[in-house]
């Protein structure tokens, strides 16, 4: 941490003690009082979302636990400070960018998330956010549709005494569990046929004139202590977890023993027939967006993918159900079985009728992208339960306890993991030691349980091979094919043979914003297609032409480009590109190898027109000797140039800073403008 003398102008080093942060960029800092927040950020391939506090006065740092919705890991936010409120908006996550408004009390560190109409259709990513007067106003960015490709925003306001006044019962009702005890609330706990009771007095107790109740039984020992805190001790473990949660409805808090496999917010639910509006993936966002603003989705139920994430099913609420059965036809279901059919004509016609009225005609739209309105037996679960990492966590110590396992091997429980498609990727020095072996299979199945997948593998190192295969480790499912889908784009590959960096997700943006129309790209190192769907789907290239010698790959880029649509303007050249790529055609040239593409440069420009273009040039570079490797850069293609009589003006016209690859080494991408100096003709 450093502080910088805005006298002087003189940085010095701040010594601070307590939880540090890990290393990170892209996260948000904000002050209130004397106390620092930092949320989020980026680095060492992992994406956070934690937040730490920093006392001013003690300079100690202080990891803080955050209860109520809990916020999903994101970089490129931004925070705005209001009274005793942060106010984050968008960012990227782990798998595309988000436009939800999160807002932070600090008084109780409850977070709340909170959907607005006038950020659906943006893509708030290294926006700026600024309060004035109440109004939080919000420049940059821009907006991702996946039917029409990107562009950036219009700026846009949000009035936020309305949108804390839409939070604030909310927060309170959260705050019931917050850090500062949970006295204030009230639950009734049946533990071996004795019951634990603390109250909350509040006017909803007093209005219904009850106290909620909730039986549980628990495989330890609880006791009521006299500060009004649950106490559990359990003979047989040596750390007790407690995760918590609150029942919307009733306001009660519901505390599980972790050690004894009790799930955080785990009820007694039973299988219950709802009706269900299932609709094409493309148009899903349309769909709730007009679901929501109907009151037609049923918030107290999960919305599920459905076919490898290519569906999505909403749960209809009572008042969707009466206009269905009204003017729609759909079929019933017994038990577990669905008889999946069409919305019928008149059902959609029905809806016509109302097409003056933009939601009904919304509706009407998606249906007809083969939507389907059916019965199903869903569980009914409530939306805000435990993190998986919790849910992990529980499910683990009760696998040890139950095999007769030291609880000291939870130190090797996964704390982060990656997810591609139905895949969890989990670190390479988690669960290594031989005892968790004995756990046979079922400790694979828990882990994908937990985290709501099929496949679970183990990160490796890559492959340090010319054609840098992944050696992943398969654990769990048949095969290592996923698909991934990004930014509108399927990927789809085996992630035990072919490398996918989720850490470059911002440089994919980025060329997803460029304006590559009648522009022809070469991809020396084509992969997948990382960076070439982008170029062909989002930056509107006329041709592609994507080198890559890697067999595996080269089956996975081919049927990318089938399954997006785009086959018919790339061109796939197998083989090294030193000696394959093509020469004198390219308006931009992409080299997206690392640790270096320098073997490859002089074929980059090459492959450039006699007019020149642009290079993407990807290296790792050690932080301190960043200037250095754009010098040696822009010398090295000058002089290549220059070899092959080439009278260009080079120049380096932007650099960017992907992300941290190990300790002190960035990746980053130079962009190289390459343009032929017009010569004039001598007189005589």
């Known amino acids: 941490m450093y502080v910088l003398d805005t006298i002087r102008l003189e940085w010095s080093l701040l010594p601070c003690e307590g939880e ?32 730490y506090t920093l006392d001013l006065g003690t300079s100690i740092w202080k990891k803080e636990r955050v209860f109520g919705e809990l916020p999903c890991g994101r970089f490129s936010h931004s925070c705005t400070v209001m009274g005793h409120y942060l106010v984050f908006v968008g960012g990227c996550t782990s798998s595309q960018p988000t436009n939800e408004v999160g807002i932070l009390d600090t ?3 409850v977070w709340k998330n909170q959907d607005t109409s006038s950020l659906k259709t943006s893509l708030l990513v290294r926006h700026t956010a600024n309060l004035v007067g109440n109004d939080l106003v919000v420049i940059g960015g821009g907006m991702s549709c996946y039917a029409f490709g990107t562009v950036f ?18 927060m309170h009702s959260t705050a019931l569990f917050s850090s500062k005890g949970v006295n204030a609330g009230h639950a009734t706990y049946n533990c071996h046929g004795q019951s634990y009771r603390f109250s909350r007095a509040g006017a909803r107790e007093k209005e219904h004139g009850r106290a909620d109740t909730i039986d549980r039984e628990c495989d330890g020992n609880m006791k009521m202590m006299s500060s009004g805190k649950l106490d559990f001790l359990n003979e047989n473990a040596d750390q007790v977890l407690q995760a918590a949660t609150v029942v919307d409805n009733a306001e009660t808090l519901v505390v599980s023993n972790i050690s004894s496999g009790y799930y955080a917010n785990e009820k007694c639910v039973e299988k219950k027939s709802v009706l269900v509006m299932e609709l094409d993936r493309t148009v899903a966002k349309m769909g709730k967006d007009a679901l929501k603003e109907l009151g037609w989705l049923d918030p107290t139920r999960r919305v599920k993918a459905l076919g490898c994430g290519k569906r999505v099913a909403f749960p209809l609420s009572h008042d969707a159900e009466d206009y269905f059965k009204l003017y729609g ?5 017994l038990q577990d079985e669905v008889n999946i059919v069409p919305c019928s004509r008149a059902g959609c016609e029905s809806l ?19 939507g389907k309105v059916y019965e199903s037996c869903l569980l009914s679960s409530s939306k805000h339960s435990a993190p998986p990492r919790i849910l992990l966590q529980i499910k683990l110590l009760d696998l040890l306890k139950k095999h007769g396992l030291p609880n000291s091997l ?16 989990l670190p390479s020095d988690c669960l290594t030691s031989q005892q968790w072996s004995w756990l046979g299979n079922n400790l694979w199945t828990s882990i994908a349980q937990c985290l709501g997948v099929r496949k679970v593998a183990r990160q490796r190192p890559i492959a340090p091979t010319g054609t840098r295969d992944s050696t ?3 654990l769990l499912g048949e095969n290592g094919w996923v698909e991934h889908r990004e930014n509108g784009i399927l990927y789809s590959f085996d992630a035990t043979k072919c490398m996918f960096s989720s850490g470059n997700v911002s440089e994919r943006l980025r060329i997803a914003q460029f304006e590559c129309k009648d522009e022809t790209v070469v991809d020396l190192f084509a992969g997948i297609g990382y960076f070439v769907l982008p170029f062909l789907l989002r930056a509107g290239a006329q041709k592609v032409y994507a080198c890559e010698w890697n067999p595996n790959a080269l089956v996975a880029l081919r049927y990318n480009l089938r399954i997006n649509s785009v086959e018919d303007r790339c061109i796939v050249i197998e083989g090294d590109n030193r000696r394959t790529s093509p020469q004198g055609v390219a308006n931009r040239v992409c080299l997206g190898l690392l640790p270096s593409s320098e073997e490859s440069w002089e074929v980059a420009v090459k492959a450039l027109r006699p007019e020149g273009g642009t290079l993407h040039v990807h290296g790792n570079v050690k932080d301190s000797e960043e200037l250095n490797w754009v010098d040696y850069l822009l010398e090295s293609i000058k002089c290549i140039a220059q070899s092959r009589g080439l009278i260009w003006t080079v120049s380096i016209i932007h650099v960017e800073r992907v992300k941290w690859y190990a300790p002190h080494i960035r990746h980053l991408v130079a962009d190289v403008k390459c343009s032929a100096v017009k010569q004039r003709g001598l007189s005589a």
């Open 329 to 333: 036809k759909y079929s019933s279901c």
């Open 153 to 170: 925003n219009s700026s846009l306001s949000l009035d936020m005494i309305i949108l804390l006044s839409n939070v604030e019962i909310r």
């Open 107 to 109: 008084t109780c560190m």
């Open 472 to 474: 992943m480790e398969l």
């Open 410 to 425: 939870g130190a090797e429980m996964p704390k982060r993991w990656e997810r591609l498609g139905d895949m969890a990727i």
């Open 20 to 51: 540090k942060p890990h290393a990170r960029h892209s996260h948000t800092l904000a002050a209130i009082g004397e106390t620092l927040y930092v949320f989020g950020g980026y680095g060492q391939n992992m994406l956070y979302g934690d937040l």
């Open 352 to 370: 016509k009728v109302l097409a003056q009225q933009r939601l009904y005609s919304t509706v009407a739209r998606c249906l007809e992208f083969g």
